[in-house]
């Protein structure tokens, strides 16, 4: 059963009498736990129409470089593969998305979208809803609460939106059983990419190339089970005690899945309190809280790419003390190589470089230096985000854009007022060691280093 909130039409044309119904596949890119294509077989049903589902590969997709699309095309692989196995045809084209589904949807009577919350993923929905002949219906699948129903206006802090969520949480934590289509569509003959080589399909965008694929991670709904089990097994019964440690590597790493939608919330959150309810709290808290906490901020504040997101207070306190004066300042070409005078801060840059995936606590620490090392703070805010979007593997996520938000004093609060930071948190060396082994961090990332090169 699909809960009515995570439906929205979105625009005012209804179904028509066309030949089948398309899934526009865009932020949900997974075959279990996916509401929308759930929702797109039991419209097909209803109609007795085949489905299709389609997905748009853009080399104009702001940011995306050849490491994100390596591991997007191993999860479209897997796509793939599942949709065939349930009779169910998967058209992938480089091209445009919004022309892409526009051409399709002349022959259909329904499609169906999935929901990202990025203005570019709004804006391609927006144009498709005002273009097509047939009616156009957004299924939220990659939050747990759907975002308007949380909350209908952007919210302070996690402590503002906490209970509102807590209070959902009974009627939207619930499974979502696999369904099947009736009529097959592996006959219809549409033209699609062959995803078999991933480098040849790389070869045909236009994408940074300078950015590789990383070994360390291996993108698709699989792989996303299995280190979704492997946490369960071998790192929950940790994670509350040593999840800021660097060196203990306890965390789930499912946020790469989690950004490309290889892996659903819910599925996660269900298995957690499943296979371990009396480890499941500080985990929960932060994939449900305070993840849905950064699609609150990305759908409700327009702002949220530039410092102009800040809260009046934090902005404001960071102007004051714009022109103090900086013990260290960095060029972004030194940053991006990790040539600062701190060890930690170079670890924590060359883990983002090497493995595609910064340490959480790290990342904290690593984005508070940022501002501290450049002369003004809109140009750090900007570093910060260029350098977390082009390497993190789970970069342009919501999650990246509050996090680096957060580093600059959104949703958090006032602290006692000092030079650089004015009212915004501080982090130093010794707080960082505080939480653990960080001289052990250090070797880990340079073993890193020596395997993988820079
Ligand atoms: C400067 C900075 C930049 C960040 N950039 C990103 C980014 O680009 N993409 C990204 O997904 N996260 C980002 N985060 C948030 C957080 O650090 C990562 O989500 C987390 O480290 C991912 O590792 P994990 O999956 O092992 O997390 P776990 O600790 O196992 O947590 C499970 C899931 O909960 C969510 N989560 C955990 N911590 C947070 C948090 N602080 N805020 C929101 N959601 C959270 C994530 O979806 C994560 O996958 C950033 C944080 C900061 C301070």
């Given amino acids: 059963m699909i809960e009515s909130e995570r439906i929205k039409k979105l625009n005012e044309i209804d179904d028509a009498s066309a030949d089948f119904v398309i899934y526009w596949m865009q932020q949900s890119q997974r075959t279990t736990y996916n509401h929308a294509l759930h929702y797109a077989i039991q419209k097909a049903n209803e109609k007795n129409k085949p489905l299709l589902v389609y997905f748009g590969i853009t080399d104009q997709f702001p940011e995306a470089n050849l490491r994100h699309y390596h591991f997007m095309i191993q999860g479209l692989q897997q796509v793939q593969k599942n949709l065939l196995q349930r009779n169910i045809?998967?058209?992938?084209?480089?091209?445009?998305?919004?022309?892409?589904i526009c051409s399709l949807a002349k022959n259909a009577a329904l499609v169906v979208v999935d929901c990202g919350y990025l203005k570019v993923q709004k804006e391609w929905r927006k144009k498709v809803a005002d273009q097509i002949d047939c009616s156009l219906v957004q299924i939220e699948s990659d939050v747990i609460v759907p975002v308007e129903t949380a909350s209908n206006k952007e919210e302070y802090a996690a402590y503002t939106l906490r209970p509102k969520i807590h209070r959902l949480l009974p009627k939207f934590l619930t499974e979502l059983t696999a369904n099947t289509v009736k009529r097959g569509s592996l006959d219809y003959d549409f033209s699609s990419i062959n995803l078999?080589?991933?480098?040849?399909?790389?070869?045909?965008?236009?994408?940074?190339?300078?950015?590789?694929p990383v070994s360390s991670f291996t993108g698709g709904e699989d792989e996303a089970k299995k280190v979704l089990d492997y946490f369960i097994k071998h790192h929950i019964k940790s994670f509350d005690t040593k999840r800021n440690d660097p060196s203990k590597k306890v965390t789930s790493q499912l946020s790469p899945y989690l950004h490309f939608g290889q892996i659903s919330p819910l599925y996660i959150a269900l298995n957690i309190k499943k296979n371990t309810p009396d480890y499941a709290d500080s985990?929960?808290?932060?994939?449900?809280?305070?993840?849905?906490?950064?699609?609150?901020?990305?759908?409700?504040?327009?702002?949220?790419?530039?410092?102009?997101?800040?809260?009046?207070?934090?902005?404001?306190?960071?102007?004051?003390?714009?022109?103090?004066?900086?013990?260290?300042?960095?060029?972004?070409?030194?940053?991006?190589h990790a040539s600062t005078h701190d060890a930690y801060w170079n670890a924590a840059q060359n883990e983002m470089k090497v493995t595609g995936k910064m340490h959480g606590y790290m990342r904290m620490y690593w984005g508070k230096k940022i501002l501290e090392w450049t002369e003004t703070v809109s140009k750090a805010?900007?570093?910060?985000?260029?350098?977390?979007?082009?390497?993190?593997?789970?970069?342009?996520?919501?999650?990246?854009?509050?996090?680096?938000?957060?580093?600059?004093?959104?949703?958090?609060?006032?602290?006692?007022?000092?030079?650089?930071?004015?009212?915004?948190?501080?982090?130093?060396e010794a707080g960082l060691k505080r939480k653990g082994n960080l001289e052990e961090y250090i070797t880990q990332v340079e073993k890193k280093v020596d395997e993988f090169g820079k």
């Avoid at 045809?89 to 892409?100: A, M, S, T």
């Avoid at 997101?309 to 103090?324: G, I, M, T, V, Y």
């Fill in 89 to 100: 045809q998967f058209i992938i084209h480089i091209e445009n998305p919004v022309d892409g």
């Fill in 196 to 212: 078999s080589n991933i480098s040849s399909v790389t070869s045909q965008l236009d994408v940074d190339t300078s950015v590789l």
């Fill in 283 to 336: 985990f929960l808290e932060e994939l449900i809280v305070r993840r849905e906490l950064s699609m609150n901020f990305v759908h409700f504040n327009d702002s949220y790419d530039t410092n102009f997101c800040l809260p009046s207070w934090a902005f404001e306190s960071l102007q004051k003390h714009e022109s103090d004066k900086r013990e260290y300042v960095y060029t972004i070409d030194e940053l991006e």
């Fill in 381 to 428: 805010f900007d570093h910060a985000l260029y350098l977390n979007n082009t390497y993190e593997l789970d970069g342009r996520d919501p999650n990246g854009f509050a996090g680096v938000a957060w580093c600059f004093g959104k949703h958090d609060r006032a602290w006692k007022e000092r030079p650089i930071f004015g009212k915004v948190r501080y982090m130093n």
